[in-house]
């Protein structure tokens, strides 16, 4: 693909930062197609017949990124198949949260137009998971997946939003309000964006 033909939005933040939540809004207001790069690979796990099931299920509940192999080919194979049926902006939630995703994505697939970095305190996103947890049946929505996530978010997936602020492609939003005031927000800063 070229820039022309898809708009790709990542859309970062760390585990329970609201991604999935303005993901949501975003596509009730604008043309967006939402890929959740971590439902994709929980659909893959649960697939019938999928020889991955297992290891993404080991990688989730340790907070680990599964090999980008698997998660680039579900977010491609999806791009592909809704840009037949015409459609052609996309937001790529929770993707790309190590750098040789991102180095590789838009190597292979296409180039971002700009990412939407949901920023939130960590006290604020704990709260927010494990109550969350209470009735989600995510098998890394209990403390000790969660202490997991949130150190792998600092140490590999920080170092990709960096990547991007250098390139001035980072909108950062701050989520720690409601998500009334996060989406006005988002809409006020992605105008004459897309
Ligand atoms: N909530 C949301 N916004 C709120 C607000 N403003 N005020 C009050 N409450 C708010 O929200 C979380 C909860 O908070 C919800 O109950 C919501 O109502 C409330 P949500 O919108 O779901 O947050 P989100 O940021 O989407 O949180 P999520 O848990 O989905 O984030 P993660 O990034 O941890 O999860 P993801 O599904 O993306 O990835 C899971 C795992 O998959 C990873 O840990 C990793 O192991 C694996 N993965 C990969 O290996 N590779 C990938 O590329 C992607 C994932
Ligand atoms: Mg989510």
């Known amino acids: 693909f070229t820039s022309d033909q898809v708009t790709v939005v990542f859309v970062l933040g760390g585990p329970g930062a609201g991604k999935g939540t303005q993901c949501n809004r975003l596509v009730e207001d604008y043309k967006f197609i939402h890929l959740s790069a971590g439902d994709l690979l929980r659909a893959e796990q649960n697939r019938e017949g999928s020889q991955y099931g297992s290891l993404i299920n080991h990688y989730i509940t340790e907070g680990l990124i599964v090999p980008q192999e698997i998660t680039i080919t579900l977010l491609k194979n999806n791009i592909e198949e809704n840009y037949k049926k015409g459609n052609t902006k996309f937001l790529v939630d929770g993707f790309p949260r190590k750098m040789d995703q991102a180095i590789t994505f838009e190597e292979i697939i296409v180039p971002s137009k700009f990412v939407l970095f949901f920023d939130c305190p960590e006290d604020v996103m704990l709260e927010r998971l494990m109550e969350r947890g209470k009735t989600s049946g995510r098998a890394d929505d209990n403390i000790e997946s969660i202490k997991k996530r949130f150190k792998t978010f600092e140490d590999t997936s920080m170092p990709v939003i960096n ?15 409601s998500v009334e005031e996060v989406y006005a927000d988002v809409q006020k800063n992605i105008k004459g964006r897309l």
């Open 163 to 177: 990547m991007f602020e250098s390139q001035n492609k980072v909108i950062k939003i701050k989520c720690d309000q």
